[in-house]
């Protein structure tokens, strides 16, 4: 079982729709949960973080937690064009010295003008 | 702005090469790390290194080494290069996990290699 497992799509939604990228995670102990985008050939950039149950807004994104049923999910709004790329879940497990980070495969998002 | 380097976009190396990434970090960060990332796989850690000269194996250490023996740097090594090797290398650093500061890593713009 992955650490981390997400749908890889393409999820395709028209220009201006609401897009949600959804991500689970095996391992109860994760403390925080991070989002990130991927451009083609582009290394991974940091959208948003989430530590608490709930719901945390940043501009058009919104990260959305639930610990008890261990997922995580990533809402945009107004999607443009410029937002296709492919989303990565990521969660942090703490050790005794180090953190450990394990990513998902990524989602893929096609915004379609 | 954080920024991690590294020290080629993209590589072409033959089987049985000797083959030296390099990771540099200008924020003073403890933590770093080496992924690669293939289709399907995601990013995997291969090794991280929380302080200069220690080191911590990842996933998928083998075929692999590290050194770190500056703060700034963190290097991969593949010892004897393998077609199975081809993949995107990709560096990051963070703070500790001890810092109050948001725990984030950082990437480097990442290394294309192609083993041949």
């Known amino acids: 079982q992955k650490e981390v497992e997400q749908n890889s799509g393409p999820l395709s939604v028209p220009e201006g729709a609401i897009a949600s990228l959804n991500c689970t995670y095996s391992d109860r102990g994760s403390q925080s949960f991070f989002w990130y985008r991927q451009y083609s050939g582009k290394s991974p950039e940091l959208i948003m973080f989430?530590?608490?149950?709930g719901d945390k807004e940043d501009g058009r994104f919104t990260a959305q937690l639930n610990k008890a049923s261990q997922y995580v999910s990533l809402l945009i709004r107004d999607s443009q064009p410029s937002d296709s790329a492919t989303y990565l879940c990521a969660v942090r497990q703490p050790t005794d010295n180090f953190n450990k980070f394990y990513f998902g495969s990524g989602t893929k998002l096609n915004v379609k003008p | 702005d954080v920024k991690v380097t590294q020290s080629s976009r993209y590589l072409v190396k033959r089987t049985g090469e000797k083959v030296f990434l390099e990771c540099v970090q200008d924020m003073d960060h403890e933590n770093m790390f080496w992924y690669r990332q293939d289709p399907g796989l995601g990013l995997r850690l291969i090794y991280f290194?929380?302080?200069?000269?220690?080191?911590e194996k990842g996933d998928i250490p083998e075929g692999y080494s590290v050194s770190r023996e500056k703060k700034e740097r963190f290097s991969l090594i593949l010892e004897s290069a393998s077609t199975n090797q081809t993949s995107m290398y990709l560096c990051?650093?963070?703070?500790?996990?001890?810092?109050?500061?948001?725990?984030?890593?950082?990437f480097g713009p990442g290394t294309r290699l192609t083993v041949l």
């Open positions: 989430i530590y608490s149950n």
């Open positions: 290194s929380y302080d200069v000269k220690m080191k």
């Open positions: 990051a650093s963070s703070l500790p996990q001890w810092r109050e500061e948001v725990d984030t890593q950082y």
